[in-house]
């Protein structure tokens, strides 16, 4: 049945003049992480902590159904025997249209005509993208069902507290808070959503570190900063960018200069995804766990140490995110793709391209670790975060791209493939 449907989708394809003997496309994983943007975030508006769970659930499916044709390497939730000369591409693209049409059905009709364009655009026969299509559709059916009722958007109720340390809604629009189903989900990869759950905590509100953390943010994150530099405020507001489309866009001009092939393609995708989804998992548990206050709320009330000096007007370069504070969500996931990265491809030294959309501006990299830390940087810089909660968010990062490594997506012999 499956089949029979690519069959007639590829017969309307040619009866409107589009040959599936057109060049392929430079490539339909990179294409199809550019449509779940779109549909994600541009379309349904999802914000950039939550939205890597939706890139996920696409590429895990658009990977297990990729692999179940080329192999080599472990399955996520599915594989299967593959029909004679079934096309990669064209199992990619099935799968990627199917997990986003079962989640975002009110724009079928817009993933539908991207599919039919994708797979128009595929230089095969009409049985071996027909084939394709079967294994994409089933790999799709496969990665929903394993997803059902892993907590995505549920009802999570949040009563913020009181008093120094204590979260509250910050100014100028006094949000209530975001995101509160997020830090209980299923994970992707992790064993449970506090795995890697940071024990230390936020820094003592008497301690030396909170009084130095504090300092530096009320002096280099205000937004009438004399101390912060314009390189640095640049800095500071190219990351308040959607972070998960800007990384997006890195991520596909990271295959392209690479040169990714469809399979290896798919499996960084899948990894990265993953491993962005589970870093703001495990980094939204620990944040309504601790429920500890923005710099905005700390520095107008005097930072609860009687050897701070307080500011009830002091003010951050960007508006503060409506979620705790504690660990930055930046530092997680930035940890946590830089060293899938590094792991993928065997070294740090991976030229990486990054855009704002907020700055109009471009920063390269030569070494993951130098992202981390301009990444670490910027998001005091934008008076959002304390030092110390930005290095505990990379390390929540590091351990979820250790696990991702080691544990999943691993090259297996004797596949058969």
Known sequence: MKIWKAVCLLSFLLAIGLSPDRPALANVVNDWDAIASTTIITNA????????????????????????????????VFSTQPPAGANEDAAAVAAAHNVLVHYFPAQQSGLDADEATSLAAISDTPNDIAAGVSVGEASAQALIKARANDGLLANVPYTPGSGPGVWQP????????????????????????????????????????????????????????????????????????????????????????????????????????????????????????YSFWRPVTAIRAGGGNPKLEGDPNWTP???????????????????????????????????????????????????????????SNARIYAGFHYRHSVDDGRALGHQVAARVLKKFFRKVRNSGK
């Open 170 to 289: 910050t100014p100028p629009a006094f949000t209530p808070a975001i995101n509160t189903w997020l830090g209980q989900m299923t994970p992707f990869t992790m064993k449970s959503a506090d795995q890697f759950f940071p024990k230390d905590g936020p820094s003592k509100l008497t301690s030396k570190t909170w009084i130095r953390d504090y300092n530096e943010t009320k002096s280099l994150g205000a937004i009438d900063s004399t101390t912060r530099t314009a390189e640095q405020t640049e800095i500071g507001l190219f990351y308040t960018d959607h972070a998960s489309q800007q990384y997006a866009r890195m991520f596909q001009d990271l295959i392209t200069q690479e040169g990714l092939d469809t399979a290896a393609s798919a499996r960084l995708m899948a990894m990265l995804w993953a491993g962005e989804a589970d870093s703001h998992i495990g980094c939204f548990n620990a944040k309504y766990a």
């Open 317 to 375: 370069l960007a508006v503060t995110p409506a979620h705790p504070e504690y660990p930055s969500a930046h530092g997680c996931f930035t940890g946590a793709g830089a060293d899938i990265i590094a792991g993928f491809f065997g070294t740090d030294r991976v030229h990486l391209v990054l855009t704002s959309s907020v700055t109009q501006t471009t920063h390269t990299f030569d070494n993951t670790n130098d992202l981390v830390e301009e990444v």
């Open 45 to 76: 508006k999802i914000g950039p902590g939550p939205a890597p769970v939706w890139f996920a659930y696409t590429h895990l499916a658009m990977y297990d159904a990729v692999n179940s044709i080329t192999g080599g390497f472990q399955p996520y």
